[in-house]
């Protein structure tokens, strides 16, 4: 009898969503143990980086749906401990950022940024992935834009991941790069309504929940500006460096002068900056026009003194790429605008490259 009811608690449970998903916690993999005994039913969960604000709203939820089964008198919740990852301990008035861990088996990890929305951001880190995978590469791609996940539409897949041992998610597979985005997890249309709490919460079970494997590089798009996203990236691992997204106009150029700033003010190294629609190419006429100003990111980055990684030109081919979730360096390889971002891929690789064996010297003074 004890077996069957727990039987029909698991079912019940199965339609209980966690706060700010699609996702059901059993398909999560957070239910680890339901008991009964006597009309009082014990349900253990373990979730990484759950808030406490989380706990209470699921515990509610969770109460309220399996004493809908008739007989139920008492509905007992509990969390799991979850070891702590072993850290360097703090010193008084030390680096606030002393906290990171290393993610096991990933060699570099490279943030994509820009100061504000509507630049290309997400269309260069799907790119430069592609690259990088082109040349051989091992590589990951994390999708940390939280409100506006698009990494799923432009690599062309829609699958949910599997929750393996110890709660982890393993990575989609695609185009020969191994992927993670929120996108994965919820409705096409159902909008991330999240504080800070929540998205700090969501970047560590990506980038510590994941079983990314053995990578050379992992490059996360982050959501644009210098909020939560960036500063829990920045805080939980030790970036290898970011890359900054800009159009040629002002106004994107004094916000990338803003990320920057913030990158430097948090000791992550700017790999270079990116310009995005830097020129369109008439294809019938082959007539250049700079729609957003031409050549700003380029003097941005020399009055900032970080590299120049390359101009991507406004091309319907780029966008058709993204939309169709084939980015341009995987449907047309040798097209001219592919070849821009694998030479992109290149400088990033040999910057990355020069930044680790500087370190590793660094390490053997």
């Given at each position: ?50 808030t406490d ?50 993610i ?9 940024a ?6 290309g ?23 940390c834009?939280i ?19 110890d ?33 700090q919460?969501?970047?560590?079970q ?14 996360v ?10 500063l ?6 030790p970036l290898?460096g ?22 430097h003010?948090?000791n ?39 590299p ?13 790429g ?44």
């Amino acid at each position: 009898m004890a077996q069957e009811i727990i039987q029909q608690v698991r079912e019940l449970l199965k339609k209980v969503k966690y706060p700010g998903f699609s996702r059901d916690i059993v398909s999560f993999g957070f239910v680890k143990n339901i008991a009964e005994c006597d009309g009082m039913v014990k349900v253990e969960l373990r979730i990484a980086g759950v808030t406490d604000q989380v706990k209470t709203d699921l515990t509610h939820v969770i109460t309220d749906t399996v004493n809908t089964l008739p007989g139920i008198k008492i509905v007992n919740v509990k969390y799991l401990d979850i070891p702590a990852p072993v850290s360097k301990p703090k010193t008084p008035g030390g680096d606030p950022w002393s906290e990171q861990t290393a993610i096991p088996g990933i060699r570099a990890i490279v943030a994509v940024a820009s100061g504000k929305g509507g630049v290309g951001k997400s269309t260069v880190a799907v790119n430069l992935a592609c690259a990088l995978g082109q040349l051989g590469y091992k590589t990951g791609l994390l999708d940390c834009d939280i409100y506006g996940p698009s990494i799923p539409i432009m690599m062309g897949t829609k699958k949910q991941p599997e929750v393996v041992e110890d709660d982890m998610l393993v990575p989609i597979s695609q185009y020969g790069l191994e992927i993670m985005s929120i996108g994965f997890l919820l409705n096409e249309d159902e909008p991330v309504i999240w504080r800070g709490p929540m998205i700090q919460s969501a970047v560590k079970q990506f980038l510590k929940g994941v079983q990314w494997g053995e990578l050379d590089f992992l490059i996360v798009d982050l959501p644009p500006g210098t909020g939560d996203a960036q500063l829990s990236l920045a805080q939980m691992v030790p970036l290898t460096g970011t890359i900054i997204v800009s159009t040629p106009q002002d106004v994107a150029l004094i916000d990338a002068k803003k990320g920057v700033n913030m990158f430097h003010k948090i000791n992550v190294p700017v790999i270079g900056i990116v310009e995005n629609m830097s020129y369109f190419l008439c294809p019938h006429c082959n007539e250049r026009t700079d729609i957003f100003d031409s050549g700003g990111a380029k003097r941005e980055a020399e009055r900032s003194k970080v590299p120049f990684l390359g101009a991507v030109p406004l091309d319907p081919e780029i966008r058709i790429g993204s939309d169709k979730g084939k980015p341009i360096v995987i449907s047309n390889p040798a097209s001219p605008q592919a070849k821009i971002f694998m030479e992109i891929a290149e400088k990033t690789a040999e910057t990355v490259a020069n930044m680790l064996a500087a370190k590793e010297a660094e390490v053997l003074k």
